[in-house]
């Protein structure tokens, strides 16, 4: 454990799957009223499930393209969030206490894109790939929880309907510029399940 994730675990000590769980719950219910928190919850969906992908395959292929999907699911996602909502958490959640969280959740990101990049060089079918993979997860599952339960519920709670409209928008955007179709020769399972998962979702629904 680096001393980074020794900080990260003294502040934001790992949560229980029952709290994750009720978090979960909390946001999709939040999601009903704002499009950006359904696509980011239909992504850390479609993320967990590259995830299981990656630790179900027997094989190598399979598991170096279940990485490659998380890989670029993954930094889609943080992009879009980094560029979208990141600024919006300054600006609502507070000078002081929203320019910490923005602070932290980027870190945070960046030291998973570090971790991914590091578990390339690893043999999949070793131990210390699989273990370098539960740190990934367990470090991303952390950060989940902390948007979706803390920094992302209390925005949603902040913003005016034009506001959320306007985020929805530009998280969209965002995201389509990296895992779009024509990022792409054809969209991955996890991607489609995402899709499929946030265009079911509409504002007052």
Known sequence: MSWLDKIGSTLFPLVSDEKRAEARREAEELAREHQWLAQIVAHHKAIE????????A???????HAMKELARLNTGHSIAEEVTVY?????????LGGKVQAAIAYEEQQMAKIEQAMLEKLD????????KLEHIQSAIQQHVYEEESNRFADLAKA?????????SRRYAEEFERYCGADAQDE??????????ESGSRSPGT
């Open 159 to 167: 913003i005016s309907p034009a506001e959320s409209a306007r985020l």
């Open 58 to 64: 027997t094989d190598r292929d399979t598991r170096q």
């Open 187 to 196: 969209p991955a399972i996890p991607l489609q399940m995402a899709a499929q």
């Open 124 to 131: 999949p079918m070793s131990a210390e790939w699989r273990e």
């Open 87 to 95: 600024p919006a958490l300054i600006e609502y959640n507070g000078a």
């Open 49 to 56: 499930q590259c995830f299981a992908d990656a630790f179900a």
